[in-house]
């Protein structure tokens, strides 16, 4: 359990990319996971699991309130992992910061 106790983030604009992810001490065999993190001028987070390569994941279960957007985990893949990106932008970038 962890809580991230976050009043305002960078905007959803050119030039940024916040995120706040959890890292293994034998990247990327031990993972990464991605917990909030968006580039330029993204408005929806990206959730991402960073492994070795070979390990997948499959989009049964996926809740409806994000988008599978990959299913190769590998750190060096074409999509440098498997990514769900959340549909409702108030939980990232210039969406979060509106809602106070």
């Not at 990206?46 to 390569?53: Q, V």
């Not at 809740?63 to 992992?81: H, K, Q, V």
Request: overall charge negative; proline content about 5%; some cysteine.
């Amino acid at each position: 359990l962890f809580i991230a106790d976050i009043a305002h983030m960078p905007g959803s604009i050119c030039g940024t990319w916040p995120a706040f992810w959890l890292l293994g001490p034998d990247w990327p065999s031990s993972g990464e996971i991605d917990i909030l993190e968006g580039v330029n001028s993204q408005t929806q987070n990206s959730i991402t699991l960073h492994t070795a390569n070979g390990c997948t994941m499959s989009n049964q279960g996926v809740l409806p309130s994000t988008r599978f957007a990959s299913t190769d985990c590998g750190a060096f893949g074409a999509a440098s992992g498997c990514k769900q990106e959340t549909v409702d932008g108030s939980n990232y970038g210039d969406g979060f910061n509106a809602i106070g």
